[in-house]
């Protein structure tokens, strides 16, 4: 079973005891979290995929440490202006492991690509009180 979650303004795809580095979050080492953003959730035979998220489902994990990425250089330069500048950055991420998918509650996709049931019809939008002119003067003539 695996699950699509997003954290830090990203999204993973994760399986039961994996491990995977995180934006860093504001957790103990050793201490379990419970990662409530889970846009799907799937396995051999069924997928389910939440709109925008999996109601109910969520995804267990252990914190295994607090650490530093590796470092990656920012290098600035501009040709003939003899303009260089050179900057290292490490970013701050937490390991996890996850320790269980859960997923109760959840709708199932539709392996098929038919349509959904009959909704209700669009309407029009109400005017906005601008129309489009002839790109005549502005008083009108």
Do not use: C, W
Request: proline letters at 3%.
């Amino acid at each position: 079973m695996y699950a699509v979650i997003r954290t830090g303004g990203k999204q993973y795809r994760v399986a039961k005891d994996e491990v995977i580095a995180v934006e860093k979050l504001a957790v103990e080492a050793g201490s379990n979290l419970d990662l409530a953003e889970v846009l799907m959730v799937g396995d051999d035979k069924t997928t389910t995929v939440g709109s925008p998220l999996v109601k109910g489902a969520s995804v267990s994990a252990e914190v295994i440490e607090q650490a530093r990425d590796d470092k990656i250089i920012v290098f600035k330069k501009k040709r003939r202006k003899n303009y260089r500048r050179k900057k290292g950055h490490r970013q701050d991420v937490t390991l996890l492991r996850i320790t269980d998918i859960n997923a109760p509650g959840a709708k199932r996709a539709a392996k098929s690509g038919g349509r959904k049931a009959a909704s209700k019809p669009k309407t029009k939008a109400a005017p906005s009180g601008r129309e489009k002119t002839d790109g005549g003067d502005k008083d009108g003539s």
